[in-house]
């Protein structure tokens, strides 16, 4: 029983993480945290970006979790857990199948891993703060939808 139990508390971090990771990208990083957003929307140079003080941000938050949880209250240690995961499915999303932080080439020619891509690069076809479209990562709506919505932003 504890090993579902645990094991749900995983999943459901998951997936909450998204919901999470959307609304921080959405109101947070396109909103008073842009400061450090902005990087990631204009060119770079050289291997890191203002922006990834992001993830180090997370990863402490969650490394904070993962004590606390080992100390005092173990189903905590499990959110820790499905955050950690939520992070490294986003970095291989994210910083590799969109933006190639990879020492190899490799790009999905078509099914759902197509679909975040397509996603991603259009939430890139703007470098502004405002009218930007599609800002989750694991989860993405219809591209065609996506372009439509982009097109209304920019023609108002
Ligand atoms: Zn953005
Ligand atoms: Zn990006």
Redesign the pocket.
């Known amino acids: 029983m504890t090993f579902l139990t645990n094991t749900l508390i995983v999943i459901v971090s998951i997936i909450a993480m998204e919901g999470f990771a959307w609304l921080a990208?959405r109101y947070i990083?396109?909103g008073w945290g842009w400061g450090w957003?902005r990087s990631?929307?204009e060119p770079t140079e050289g291997i890191f970006e203002v922006n990834d003080l992001y993830a180090v941000v997370f990863g402490v938050f969650a490394m904070g979790l993962f004590i606390i949880g080992s100390l005092y209250w173990a189903p905590l240690w499990y959110i820790a857990l499905g955050i950690t995961i939520y992070g490294l499915l986003y970095g291989f999303v994210h910083d590799g199948l969109v933006h190639q932080r990879w020492p190899f080439r490799y790009f999905p020619k078509d099914g759902y891993l197509r679909r975040l891509v397509v996603a991603h690069k259009l939430?890139?076809a703007l470098q502004s703060r405002d009218g930007?479209v599609s800002?989750g990562f694991l989860y993405a709506p219809d591209p065609r939808k996506l372009k439509a919505r982009l097109r209304a932003s920019r023609s108002e």
Do not use: L, T
Request: glycine share 0%; proline share 0%; net charge neutral.
């Open positions: 990208h990083m396109h957003h990631h929307h939430h890139h930007c800002f």
